[in-house]
């Protein structure tokens, strides 16, 4: 089985900053794309940010400039650095990989648990 587990959200102020962190574990052959989602309250889940097999990463416009993804596929994890965060940036951050594993070598979307990141003064 494979599990993805987040860390680093929080409360941070406007315009400051956090580094989101999501670990892959499990019987993993391969990960393709990873990505990060959001929900808001009363909002549905969107993309913040993705990053292929290559390292290219693509962004929702409301985030470009401002947030890096990153991956390290030694470790299984990619990474979200938000920079000059704001009030509506507020949600619960979903870290989501594209992971075959051993069981099948198919491939198949699997989500983290979710980690709030709160803007507020």
């Known amino acids: 089985q494979v599990q993805l587990v987040e860390s680093g959200g929080g409360l941070v102020q406007p315009g400051g900053s956090l580094r989101l962190s999501c670990a892959a574990s499990?019987?993993?052959?391969?990960?393709?794309?990873m990505g990060w989602y959001r929900q808001a309250p009363g909002k549905q889940r969107e993309l913040v940010a993705a990053?292929?097999?290559?390292?290219?990463?693509d962004y929702a416009d409301s985030v470009k400039g401002r947030f890096t993804i990153s991956r390290d596929n030694a470790k299984s994890t990619v990474y979200l650095q938000m920079n000059s965060l704001k009030p509506e940036d507020t949600a619960v951050y979903y870290c989501?990989?594209?992971?075959?594993?051993?069981?099948?070598?198919?491939?198949?979307?699997?989500w983290g648990q979710g980690t709030q990141v709160t803007v507020s003064s």
């Open positions: 989501t990989m594209v992971v075959a594993p051993y069981s099948d070598y198919r491939e198949h979307d699997y």
């Open positions: 499990g019987s993993i052959w391969r990960i393709n794309d």
């Open positions: 990053i292929d097999t290559d390292g290219v990463g």
